[in-house]
């Protein structure tokens, strides 16, 4: 079964970078493909953020269907933004909101925002 990727407004995708951000400092948060794989995996994930420009794409691809899966909420960014927001200034092909923090009102639009585009 394959996952398209779908594309989300630029105001999706700034809130869920700034709820990265916001959980990066106040909560915790999973970086690179391996680490959320393992959160996802261990339900413990709240938010997943996914490189829509990895290469080669088999490196993220299982990510999505485990989050359908565990039904863990997840979009498509650029990994350049997705390595901005949490701090390390590389691209990173993945990333996961796992304590929220200060952001738990963030994410809860977020989510919001991603079920209506997923309708």
């Known amino acids: 079964m394959a996952y398209a990727k ?6 999706v ?3 869920a ?6 959980a990066r400092d106040t909560g915790k948060i999973r970086k ?3 680490e959320v794989t393992k959160a996802v995996e261990r339900g413990i994930a709240k938010l997943v ?7 080669p794409p088999e490196i993220v691809m299982h990510i999505p269907m485990i989050c359908e899966e565990k039904k863990i909420p997840y ?4 990994k350049a933004d997705i390595g ?3 701090g390390i200034h590389v691209p990173s092909a ?8 200060k952001a738990k009102e963030i994410i809860a639009n977020v989510v919001e925002k991603l079920k209506e585009i997923k309708k």
Do not use: P, Q
Not at 6 to 11: A, L, Q
Not at 49 to 55: M, R, S
Not at 94 to 101: L, Y
């Open 6 to 11: 779908f594309e989300v407004s630029k105001e």
């Open 32 to 34: 690179g493909t391996n």
């Open 84 to 86: 901005d927001a949490v």
């Open 75 to 78: 979009l498509f960014i650029s």
């Open 94 to 101: 993945a990333s996961c909101i796992v304590e929220a923090g």
């Open 17 to 22: 970078l700034d709820a990265l951000e916001s």
């Open 13 to 15: 995708a700034d809130m």
């Open 49 to 55: 953020l996914i490189g829509n420009d990895v290469n």
